[in-house]
């Protein structure tokens, strides 16, 4: 009984070390998933647009450092040709920026003009189509001219869209820093012809 | 017998490249490959001797000592707006071809600015020898490094064959004619 009493002693030690180890694995490998992959996810996290704020009709909401209102969202049917697509519609968007932050450019970096539908497809700016010459800017090249605080940029962008989608979509801004939250205008496009 | 294993498992352990790479979405002509990105439907395969184009108002031609490769497909962006920049024409025997940059400023000629919702035909043109025509898959991709992510294999099978057991090939081909768009 005397030589047994230490082999059981070594063999209950042995099992509860045996358990701990087990509840530590179950407590340990997920918090190893979570310090590997903590980067992978906070860049996808903060890389795309996912978190939407509406601004109504005619409204304005600030982002970035500055107030944005959608000036006007025109669309007008295409004639299908050489870089045109059969049954295209094109769309421009055209926003009042007025500057609040004076750094712009760390604000605003990879910032995104894009229309969007209900079925959370996104269109990019084209440059298939050459927009009339203005004052209106891309949102990098309004983003690199250094506006100061106070400043209004006017910023514009031309899309190529399906016929068939175009009264459903919506402008959306979103700015490198601010995501995944971007801003979505209520506005619908306004047919011209 | 357990050399013969191991050697097995050390034979059949994927690497790295093969485990991280892309992720084939097959087609054939005639039927599209469906990509995380784009649609493709490769619709036609063309063969020819010498590449005709127009650039800066003078006609270019370009010939080549094995045989010009064009591929007319449609294609249209899934769930946002997509530049396809990256094709190769890989052969049946492994052979890899890329993109030929010599035809510039051509219609219709990578990069592909696709829109969801907006079928668009482009075209693809590489420059092979003649014993990679049959038995060749066209892979397409966003970029020129697709990993862990989708990558279109379009199957080049059932190509008209003429006497000589290969496709016609013509003795030029016009880029600059109806065929690209839209």
């Not at chain 1, 968007?93 to 996104?122: M, P, S, T, Y």
């Not at chain 1, 962008?157 to 989608?165: G, Q, S, T």
């Amino acid at each position: 009984m005397n030589a047994r009493d230490p082999a059981a002693a070594r063999d209950a030690t042995e099992r509860r070390w045996r358990r701990h180890s087990l509840w530590l694995l179950v407590l340990l490998l997920p918090l190893a998933m979570v310090v590997v992959m903590h980067d992978s996810a906070r860049t996808w996290w903060s890389g795309r647009a996912l978190i939407a704020r509406e601004v109504p009709t005619g409204g304005e909401a600030d982002l970035g450092g500055a107030s944005w209102r959608l000036r006007a969202l025109r669309m007008a049917p295409l004639p299908a040709g050489k870089r045109i697509p059969e049954n295209a519609m094109g769309v421009v968007a055209e926003f009042a920026v007025q500057v609040q932050d004076a750094d712009v450019r760390k604000n605003w970096a990879g910032c995104e003009i894009a229309l969007e539908d209900g079925q959370g497809r996104r269109w990019m700016p084209t440059r298939v189509l050459p927009l009339p010459r203005s004052e209106a800017r891309e949102c990098v090249l309004a983003a690199g001219s250094g506006p100061k605080a106070g400043d209004t940029v006017r910023i514009r962008h031309a899309f190529l869209v399906p016929r068939d989608a175009a009264a459903a979509l919506r402008a959306t801004v979103a700015l490198g820093p601010q995501r995944p939250r971007y801003l979505r205008f209520a506005q619908p496009p306004t047919l011209v012809q | 017998m357990a050399a013969a294993v191991l050697f097995a498992m050390q034979r059949s352990t994927p690497r790295y490249q093969d485990l991280t790479g892309p992720i084939p979405a097959y087609g054939n002509i005639g039927k599209a490959a469906s990509t995380r990105l784009f649609d493709i439907e490769v619709e036609r395969v063309e063969f020819a001797r010498q590449l005709v184009g127009k650039r800066f108002g003078g006609e270019t031609r370009h010939e080549s000592a094995g045989v010009w490769a064009i591929v007319t497909a449609r294609m249209v962006a899934r769930s946002r707006s997509v530049n396809v920049t990256h094709a190769v024409w890989e052969g049946p025997t492994g052979l890899r071809y890329e993109l030929s940059d010599r035809p510039e400023f051509l219609p219709d000629l990578p990069p592909h600015t696709l829109e969801p919702g907006l079928p668009q035909r482009g075209r693809f043109v590489f420059e092979i020898r003649p014993d990679q025509i049959l038995g060749a898959t066209l892979l397409v991709s966003e970029g020129p490094f697709p990993r862990l992510d989708s990558e279109a294999h379009v199957a080049l099978n059932a190509l008209p064959t003429a006497a000589d057991g290969l496709p016609p090939i013509a003795e030029a081909f016009d880029l600059q004619q109806a065929g690209g768009r839209p």
